[in-house]
């Protein structure tokens, strides 16, 4: 692989996306080139970010239930070995001993999951759910990309802006963090900043922006407008970070 196309693959090892080849070709590499670093570095915080911010604490009752499934599940106790067919008893143990374990975490498993969207849908309605959804899914499709850029710049008036880019995809994903709370009336608009003029890319509402077709984009624009948005950017913007 030549060193042009090493450099390609900061986003796909950030995601542990590498074969074994090219991870130990990559970790040769890393050390000898500044730009590779950062740029992994960012990436991998980057996505750190997206997982803390949709994680959320257990129900207290989950422990327990859980517990209560392993001590209801019967465990397998070692069957005699018989000294005239040994290599069949031990095969048999062990297929036994291993679908036993399989039951165990599948049940545990599927206790989280029914739990988990219990709680994920008497929280949100539908709709917010399956946008959220799509938003992180896009969000994971660019950190993969081979060519994915990270961007970040600090607001002027507090919090921090990222923006992760692929070139191939023509697409690019906002987040912010630790932005100042509006009042009710008020919300925070995306813009990308092209030679024609400022787009809407749609409104901040805690979730990661997508914005497309950003291949001519001069910039990102973060803004503060009315609740329902602005046709136009109204106000000086809070965060601009440029795409070159």
Known sequence: MSTADVHTLTG????????????????????????????????????ATI???????????????????????????????????PVVVLAKRNRRLVQGSVLAAAASVLVAVVVGVQAVQARQELTALRESTAGYGQVSDLLNAPDAKLLNDAGSTGGRGTVVMSPSRN???????????????????????????PRSAGLLNGEPVVADGVANAQALALTVEPSGGSAAPTTTPVIQIPMA
């Open 171 to 197: 697409k690019a994903v906002f987040l912010a963090d630790g932005l100042p709370a509006l009042p009710s009336d008020r919300a925070y608009q995306l813009w990308v900043v092209e030679p024609g003029g």
């Open 12 to 47: 796909a090892y950030a995601m542990n996306a590498l074969s074994d080849a090219e991870r130990a070709e990559f970790e040769a590499h890393l050390p000898h080139c500044q730009t590779c670093a950062e740029e992994v570095a960012g990436l991998q915080a980057t996505a």
């Open 51 to 85: 997982g803390a911010s949709t994680a959320e604490a257990p129900p207290a009752y989950l422990r327990a239930q859980v517990l209560a499934g392993v001590t209801a599940t019967r465990q397998l106790f070692p069957e005699p070995s018989a000294p005239v067919a």
